[in-house]
């Protein structure tokens, strides 16, 4: 439909609703561009990648192409027909998308035209105008798969918001005074600095890099053993047995960017995850390039790992106890007169029996938050690390001998576990250091 409008000639001129809806394209244009340069995704590679392809395919209406299956096929490179159940990359960079546009509108100083969202549940994005952005003249509704939100919605929503803070500020007030009701067990004092911010508790992990044979080596086995290594499935949970005599070359590997996660880490992050979810503390879980020293300084956070993650060696490198390796060889050492040293033990065949870990406790790191670290020498250290950071008895028993008002000062604990099988025992705190 056209509106006419009279000139002072009496000329009916026809405008056309798309100028205003072209404007408008034009508008969250200018706004991806400017999101996308700020500090929040500029470094971000994947949420760069998610957030472009979700606008400018929902702007160029084709909204068929925003499923879950085919984000992780264009973006992720995922296979055709992979399992979006197996694989949640898609889920997980959508989540981080939302929190760092969140950020980035929350740290701006001055309003935008258009505000981006990305709706919880969807991967369809959302334009939300100012009252007062566009002129009457030119706002015209844009087609129902634009999802533009005009002022006919804002009571509604006003409202509805107003009546959801009320319920939240009524809970959250319920939750703290039920909480300093009773008397904080030792784990929850341990773990009070993070109320402090509203933000949730970033559980960073590393992603070391990894390297898997190609495909044609695979095919190259196969073919002296016919059968063998037929599925993704075989070649991912069984080891290739070439004999010590097979000649590889770089071309024969590449970089695995799925995999690497260390095993005592993921079990180190389930844990935590659960406990922070026990007291009541939102968290997210970060792997890799998924978080970054600025993403650090806005959140407390849990770092997990220790020769495998770049932040934990930079956050304690000048602390008491601290990681030190040469030659292959790893262990923890005391930076101070008489130089203690804890380093892994081995049974006969080479497996783990003794590993150490470093519990640090750092009210102010060197992000500006509070800060967390588990981080063992080996795997199963870091496991251990966590168990002690998540059971009140293995704290309490660590923390016997804290000086009074430990709950105000920084710490670090050495951690001691026999390995049984590759399953950590109960830790142990045998070092100790407050300031």
């Not at 084709?62 to 264009?74: F, M, N, S, V, Y």
């Not at 650090?296 to 997990?304: F, H, I, K, T, W």
Request: aromatic share 10%.
């Amino acid at each position: 439909m056209k509106t006419l409008v009279e000139t002072p000639e009496n000329h009916e001129v026809a405008h056309s609703p798309a100028e205003g809806i072209d404007d408008k394209r034009k508008a969250v244009s200018l706004e991806l561009e400017t999101i996308l340069a700020s500090p929040f995704f500029r470094s971000a590679a994947r949420s760069r990648q998610f957030l472009k392809y979700v606008v400018e395919h929902h702007l160029t209406g084709h909204p068929e192409q925003l499923k879950e299956r085919t984000i992780g096929t264009e973006v992720f490179l995922r296979p055709a027909g992979y399992a979006t159940g197996d694989d949640p990359v898609v889920r997980v960079q959508a989540g981080e998308v939302r929190r760092r546009l969140e950020q980035y509108y929350r740290a701006k100083p001055s309003g935008s035209l258009v505000r981006i969202e990305l709706p919880v549940g969807s991967y369809s994005p959302a334009f939300h105008w100012p009252s007062d952005a566009v002129k009457p003249e030119s706002a015209e509704l844009p087609p129902p798969e634009l999802e533009f939100h005009h002022k006919s919605h804002l009571k509604s929503w006003v409202i509805a918001a107003i009546i959801l803070l009320l319920a939240l500020g009524a809970g959250s007030v319920f939750f703290i005074v039920h909480r300093e009701m009773r008397q904080k067990s030792i784990l929850e004092e341990f773990w009070s600095p993070i109320f402090a911010s509203q933000q949730p508790v970033l559980i960073c992990l590393a992603k070391p890099v990894l390297y898997r044979p190609t495909q044609e080596v695979y095919q190259r086995y196969a073919q002296t053993h016919p059968g063998t290594f037929q599925t993704e499935a075989e070649r991912s949970e069984q080891p290739l047995p070439l004999n010590g005599g097979e000649n590889l070359t770089w071309r024969d590997m590449y970089v695995a960017s799925d995999y690497g996660v260390a095993l005592g880490d993921v079990y180190a992050a389930v844990s935590l995850s659960a406990y922070l979810g026990q007291i009541g503390k939102p968290r997210q879980v970060r792997i890799g390039t998924n978080y970054s020293f600025e993403d650090l300084r806005n959140s407390p956070d849990v770092v997990v790992g220790a020769f495998n993650n770049k932040w934990t060696m930079q956050l304690t490198s000048n602390l008491h106890f601290a990681f030190a390796e040469e030659n292959e060889d790893f262990w923890i050492q005391e930076e101070a007169p008489g130089r203690r040293n804890w380093r892994i033990r081995k049974g006969s065949h080479g497996e783990v029996i003794e590993d150490y870990a470093i519990v640090s406790r750092l009210l102010d790191s060197k992000t500006g938050q509070f800060t967390i670290t588990a981080a063992g020498i080996g795997g199963t250290g870091t496991q251990a690390a966590a168990e002690f950071l998540s059971n009140s008895e293995y704290m309490g028993e660590g923390l016997r001998s804290a000086p009074a008002g430990w709950q105000t000062k920084n710490m670090e604990l050495v951690i001691e576990t026999t390995v049984t099988e590759s399953v950590p025992g109960p830790p142990r705190a045998v070092a100790s250091y407050y300031w």
